[in-house]
């Protein structure tokens, strides 16, 4: 630890949701704060690498939206963001035989799928199915409408194949039969632009300006000194003694703690929750991290020597015809189905970048790298008309094989909803029956600020996107799940605001 005072605060996960922890956690006035990190570097499933001209962000890329959104407030003020503009709804739709679909009829299409979107939200409400089966009868029962009629039956159906798969990237599902309809809606869309980027710098940049260190001209900022990396959490003993908690590292090392703050993914809750906690969690908690589902989104960067086309293109989509998908199913290929488009980025002049979703994204981090690019390499030569050259760097995200992660990020499955837990049981601390400490975080039970009675210590506390009721899935959530719990040891010991705005309550 780094001071000889005040409660012994232990943070495992040095990610967006740790580091904002920590952060508010000194703002507050606590000085023994220790964040443990078993990746090689800070920043979680925030990762910008230098690649091609400038950066690339292997996951977290855009803020998403302005209103109520933590991250555009504090990154706003410093003119940071700007808008990535219409990428993702002006790209061109390419059937398997270089076909591209026309304007007039693509444009058709995406504006039967994104009416769809206004609706949802009162519809929904009543809905006790998937979205998937939500969206695929929306879908069709528009293009039974007269005015549709003439839009070619295939050609829908093979947007309508690819347009999943974009959702499935966003809800980071296999399938969107296995989205809560109900569930989806526990998700608020902060207004605004919902793809704001870093410009030049990437989201790297948030995390220097959160720990100051632009102001103080270090890697760690305000955090320096306080950041132990390549540091495993093995296990944690949370009831075993009356001096706290005692955390376990696979360097043998063993950490004394007041309050252990997890802001771990739920993907290595599900993993490791048995092995990971002594004695086991309560039936409460394991249900939330079984009950809530977490999954696997991927990126493919490919740089080229030099831009092969137009100024004016911002990317496209792969619809495969029938026939053509066939010829790759059942063979070595058969993972490229899931590559659903590949688009232009900000800043990088030469680079198509690509997305990748569910057991295929997952199966492509286990294949050699000349394989992935001969198979994106494929793809380019299949639906694009021009002569494509061979690229110069390549570069792809594995979060799912990375066991310090083991996906991307949660959402609200059926067997959430039918298990019947949710974000705020995952947040629940785990507590113990002590004496009200002091203002100044001594224990007594003599301080005037409390009644004389026993209280609920906290000793174990969650954070992180997957424990946000609303903005899960997101880094702003990440943010204010990791204030969350700041405040709340703020609150247990009495601390003063220090003037700093408090996180939105979510519990």
């Known amino acids: 630890m780094t001071s000889s005072t005040g409660p012994r605060i232990v943070v495992i996960g040095a990610g967006v949701s740790g580091i904002s922890c920590a952060v508010r956690l000194l703002d507050y006035g606590f000085q023994n704060v220790l964040l443990l990190e078993a990746e090689p570097r800070i920043g979680g499933r925030v990762h910008t690498i230098p690649f091609g001209e400038n950066v690339i962000d292997l996951g977290a890329q855009w803020c998403h939206g302005e209103k109520d959104n933590i991250i555009f407030e504090l990154a706003n003020k410093h003119n940071l963001l700007e808008s990535t503009g219409d990428v993702y709804e002006n790209y061109q739709c390419i059937r398997s035989n270089r076909e591209v679909v026309p304007e007039s009829v693509s444009q058709r299409l995406k504006d039967i799928v994104n009416d769809s979107l206004v609706t949802r939200q009162m519809e929904l409400?009543?809905?006790?199915?998937?979205?998937?089966?939500?969206?695929?009868?929306?879908?069709?029962?528009?293009?039974?409408?007269?005015?549709?009629?003439?839009?070619?039956?295939?050609?829908?159906?093979?947007?309508?194949?690819?347009?999943?798969k974009f959702e499935n990237s966003v809800e980071a599902s296999d399938s969107l039969d296995e989205v809560s309809g109900r569930g989806y809606l526990e998700y608020w869309e902060c207004e605004g632009d919902i793809l704001l980027n870093w410009k030049d710098k990437g989201f790297i940049e948030f995390l220097r300006l959160i720990t100051k260190a632009r102001e103080l001209d270090n890697e760690l900022g305000v955090l320096e000194k306080r950041v132990l990396l390549g540091k495993r959490v093995t296990q944690i003993h949370w009831r075993r003694n009356d001096y706290g908690v005692d955390v376990k590292c696979d360097d043998g090392e063993e950490i004394i703690a007041d309050h252990v703050i997890l802001t771990a993914s739920l993907g290595v809750l599900k993993e490791q929750q048995i092995t990971l906690f002594e004695p086991k969690l309560p039936v409460e908690k394991q249900r939330a991290i079984d009950g809530l589902a977490f999954g696997t989104v991927n990126k493919i960067f490919v740089e080229f020597p030099e831009k092969f086309w137009p100024d004016d293109w911002t990317g496209f989509t792969m619809l495969w015809r029938e026939e053509d998908i066939n010829e790759i199913r059942g063979t070595s290929r058969a993972w490229l189905e899931d590559v659903f488009g590949f688009y232009c980025v900000s800043y990088q002049p030469k680079i198509l970048s690509g997305w990748i979703i569910g057991a295929n994204g997952r199966h492509m981090e286990t294949l050699p790298e000349d394989e992935v690019l001969d198979g994106c390499m494929?793809?380019?030569?299949?639906?694009?008309?021009?002569?494509?050259?061979?690229?110069?760097?390549?570069?792809t995200s594995a979060w799912y094989t990375n066991a310090n992660f083991r996906?991307?990020?949660?959402?609200?499955?059926?067997?959430?909803?039918?298990?019947?837990?949710?974000?705020?049981?995952?947040?629940?601390?785990?507590?113990?029956?002590?004496?009200?400490?002091?203002?100044?975080?001594?224990?007594?039970?003599?301080?005037?600020?409390?009644?004389?009675?026993?209280?609920?210590?906290?000793?174990?506390?969650?954070?992180?996107?997957a424990t946000s009721d609303h903005y899960y899935s997101t880094v702003h959530g990440a943010v204010e799940a990791g204030w969350r719990e700041a405040k709340r040891l703020a609150d247990f010991y009495g601390m003063p605001r220090h003037g700093r705005k408090e996180p939105r309550a979510q519990l």
């Not at 009543?126 to 295939?154: H, Q, V």
């Open 125 to 164: 409400r009543n809905c006790n199915g998937s979205l998937g089966s939500y969206l695929t009868n929306k879908f069709y029962e528009a293009l039974r409408r007269p005015e549709n009629s003439d839009i070619d039956m295939a050609i829908a159906k093979e947007f309508f194949e690819n347009y999943q």
């Open 378 to 395: 494929y793809l380019f030569r299949k639906f694009l008309q021009w002569d494509i050259p061979n690229p110069c760097s390549f570069r």
């Open 407 to 465: 996906g991307s990020y949660s959402f609200r499955s059926m067997n959430t909803e039918e298990i019947g837990t949710s974000a705020r049981e995952l947040a629940q601390p785990l507590t113990v029956v002590t004496s009200p400490p002091l203002s100044n975080g001594g224990e007594s039970n003599a301080n005037p600020l409390y009644p004389q009675t026993r209280c609920d210590k906290p000793i174990v506390q969650f954070a992180g996107e």
